[in-house]
């Protein structure tokens, strides 16, 4: 028995626009109704979100009984997060503030297992006492499981934006997703992730990654900027997050109040 089909991965690598939400609440309630939404994915956010391993694992088990596929981001690029999280059975990271070829090729060796013909990967062998297996249930998960992880690197940086063309090209990397509040930031354009400047950058970001035949992904919260971003050539595209959602809706029924 061979590891899960990553449908996520089949669509994305089909040209199908693929739309999620970010979940940064920690809650396996929160991420079953969001799975049960209409969603693409819902990524689960280990890097701004109070998430711990107990409570990405409780909300993995939540979205299993939904559409939608899980996707996480782990808090940085150290390969025993990475490790932790793929045992729990995830298929799909997000890997933040990668800013050199060097980088994106460590994570990317990170996530797979080294394989009897290159010896490329580097993930831990020990997949029978994980989740990720069925504590041993998929006897082939080892050898089958590489095929079906989707990584994707996190540019927000204006080093990174150099050296696009070389992390794009990186053996492993899948998609590149562009963090523009990070990057407007490191560019000296704090707040400003419409700035002219930024807009340059993660345009000549997009191109890049497209060029290279790699998946691009962002995130707005303007359902006004939705179809542009699409129309720019993001096919995994977050339409917000669960934090700001809720915020949004009490403080709109607050001020209704009589």
């Not at 449908?7 to 199908?16: F, H, I, Y």
Request: proline share 4%.
């Amino acid at each position: 028995m061979p590891a899960p089909i990553n449908d996520l991965k089949t669509a994305l690598e089909r040209g199908d626009t693929q739309c999620g939400l970010w979940l940064a609440l920690a809650n396996g309630t929160v991420a079953e109704i969001a799975g049960k939404a209409g969603f693409d994915w819902c990524l689960i956010d280990a890097e701004h979100g109070p998430n711990t391993l107990t409570t990405i694992a409780t909300q993995l088990r939540a979205l299993a009984g939904t559409p939608a596929h899980a996707v996480v981001r782990v808090p940085m690029q150290e390969d025993w997060m990475l490790k932790q999280v793929l045992d729990l059975g995830v298929q799909t990271v997000v890997v933040p503030m990668v800013n050199t070829a060097q980088q994106a090729a460590q994570v990317a060796a990170a996530v797979r297992y080294p394989n009897s013909n290159s010896g490329a990967g580097s993930r831990g062998m020990g997949a029978v006492l994980a989740r990720a297996s069925g504590y041993g249930e998929i006897v082939d998960y080892v050898s089958s499981a590489n095929e079906q992880i989707f990584l994707f690197v996190q540019i927000e940086s204006a080093q990174a934006v150099a050296n696009v063309d070389a992390i794009a090209a990186t053996p492993g990397v899948d998609g590149v997703f562009v963090g523009p509040a990070d990057l407007s930031a490191d560019m000296g354009f704090v707040g400003q992730m419409d700035a002219p400047e930024v807009i340059v950058a993660i345009d000549h970001v997009y191109a890049r990654t497209k060029a290279a035949g790699k998946i691009v992904g962002t995130i707005v919260f303007d359902e006004k900027d939705f179809q542009n971003q699409i129309d720019r050539g993001v096919t995994f595209l977050g339409l917000g997050g669960d934090v700001y959602l809720l915020q949004k809706s009490l403080r709109s029924l607050a001020a209704k109040a009589p």
